[in-house]
């Protein structure tokens, strides 16, 4: 089971950081992405780490302003999101898959979302 949290209401030019925990089960060889749905808009993909951390991969959209790291021992994926912008707005999933998978939008396993709110 994956769990999404750490959303919230943030001004614009400021940072969240969102936590992807497992539990139930280790997802071992897996990569784990994060996604985000804008009110009316499709699911679309953020950024994806590899199971082992040394290959990450961003929308162009959040590169330069998103980082993604993992620790393993804990099971647990965070997405640090700096210089955030009101078209950030949206419910921020996580899920995992292998990397192709997910860097394609796609996810075997998928988490509860968390509502991200940027103001102007």
């Known amino acids: 089971q994956l769990q999404a949290s750490g959303g919230g209401l943030v001004q614009a030019g400021g940072s969240l950081s969102l936590s992807c925990a497992a539990s139930?089960?280790?997802?071992?060889?897996?990569?784990t992405g994060w996604f985000r749905q804008a009110p009316g808009k499709d699911r679309e993909f953020v950024a994806a780490?590899?199971?082992?951390?040394?290959?990450?991969k961003y929308a162009d959209s959040v590169k330069g302003r998103f980082t993604v790291s993992r620790d393993n021992a804990s099971n647990t994926v965070v997405l640090q999101m700096n210089s955030l912008k009101p078209e950030d707005t949206a419910v921020y999933y996580c899920?995992?898959?292998?990397?192709?998978?997910?860097?394609?939008?796609?996810?075997?396993?998928w988490g509860q979302g968390t509502l991200v709110t940027v103001s102007s």
């Open positions: 899920g995992v898959d292998l990397l192709n998978v997910v860097v394609a939008g796609r996810s075997r396993y």
């Open positions: 780490i590899s199971w082992g951390g040394g290959t990450t």
């Open positions: 139930g089960r280790t997802f071992s060889t897996y990569a």
